[in-house]
């Protein structure tokens, strides 16, 4: 299956500063999703890439999709305590999760 | 409130006995997915329907699992004898096939087995 693997497992950021996750798998994704979970929340979506090399941009949030299809990753420019949160990626039209990162902010 | 409801948000239960939760998508959704989380973990599916009829179940589910969605409206997942490592968050999502892989969550129902 088109399972995958997310890193880091935690990121513990000044707020201001930048913040990234991957997520990779070993086989070609059809395509990736990207959820946030708020602590004690349920997740919420956030986008969804299909085409190779794809990049989407959510005001502060740029999302990519690696050109052979086989990696995603989630950029958080100049982190707000609001980004407080754990960054699911999902496979195969959310029937696998990665594990998530886990972003705490610091002001 | 148009979001995804599931009941109960709580559940105790003694090991052995037998539990019930019930999903009710959004309105015009056509496909109902059950995952479920424990901590520190992604969410992990479980099964999805398309209307009524359930088009996958993970082959991780064991057979004491088993979800309905007789009407293609609102979803029960039923699970029998239950076990402490069943303690979870089970959480629905609905998604409408109209819209591009989109999944609305709801609040999730927390089991736990004593």
């Known amino acids: 299956g088109q399972q995958v693997m997310q890193i880091p497992q935690y990121q513990h950021v000044q707020e201001g500063e930048d913040f990234t996750t991957y997520c990779n798998s070993s086989?070609?994704?059809?395509?990736i999703q990207w959820y946030k979970q708020r602590p004690g929340g349920h997740p919420v979506f956030l986008i969804q890439?299909?085409?190779?090399?794809e990049v989407k941009k959510q005001k502060r949030l740029t999302f990519q999709f690696g050109e052979a299809k086989k990696n995603s990753s989630l950029h958080i420019t100049a982190t707000q305590t609001t980004d407080v949160g754990t960054y699911f990626c999902a496979a195969a039209y959310a029937l696998n999760f990665g594990k998530g990162t886990s972003l705490l902010v610091t002001p | 409130d148009t979001g995804v409801s599931q009941n109960p948000r709580h559940k105790i239960t003694k090991r052995g006995q037998n539990v019930t939760f019930r999903c009710d998508p959004i309105s015009e959704h056509n496909r109902l997915y059950w995952y479920r989380q424990t901590l520190g973990q992604g969410p992990e599916f479980l099964t999805y329907f398309q209307n009524e009829a359930q088009l996958e179940k993970s082959r991780l589910l064991s057979d004491r699992f088993s979800a309905e969605r007789p009407k293609g409206s609102f979803s029960t997942l039923e699970i029998q004898r239950t076990e402490q490592g069943d303690s979870a968050m089970y959480l629905c999502a609905s998604s409408s096939l109209r819209m591009t892989g989109e999944l609305f969550f709801g609040e999730g129902s927390r089991l736990t087995v004593l």
């Open positions: 086989t070609t994704l059809s395509n």
């Open positions: 890439l299909v085409k190779s090399g």
